[in-house]
Nanobody, 123 residues
């Protein structure tokens, strides 16, 4: 079992930055692929970014490419999402997720989920 706890959300103005953190406990974090997803009010959950466990290779949704950066620190059991040049359309609850092999942009591929952290970008 893996427990995931997100932090770092908040209210920020358009063009601002935030860094989200997701800390894992319970199993060997370094062997898990990690992802960030978000859900805006009235919309479906969507993929944001993912990172592999071994090579730390990353992939991003087109909507955030060049603005968001996913990274991980296996010594701290933590994955980060650095968000820059934020836009009002980035407003959502951001959740991290873990899976036991590789990375994926598909939510159904993940085994464990955090509760999420709210990000609100004001115009």
């Amino acid at each position: 079992q893996v427990q995931l706890v997100e932090s770092g959300g908040g209210l920020v103005q358009t063009g601002g930055s935030l860094r989200l953190s997701c800390t894992a406990s319970g199993r060997t974090f370094s062997s898990y692929g990690m992802g960030w997803f978000r859900r805006a009010p009235g919309k479906e959950r969507e993929f944001v970014a993912a990172i592999s466990w071994g090579t730390a290779r990353t992939e991003y949704a087109d909507s955030v490419k060049g603005r968001f950066t996913i990274s991980r620190d296996n010594t701290k059991n933590t994955v980060y999402l650095r968000m820059e040049s934020l836009k009002p359309e980035d407003t959502a609850v951001y959740c991290c997720a873990a899976r036991s092999s590789g990375r994926s942009r598909y939510a159904a591929a993940y085994d464990y989920w955090g509760q999420g952290t709210q990000v609100t970008v004001s115009s």
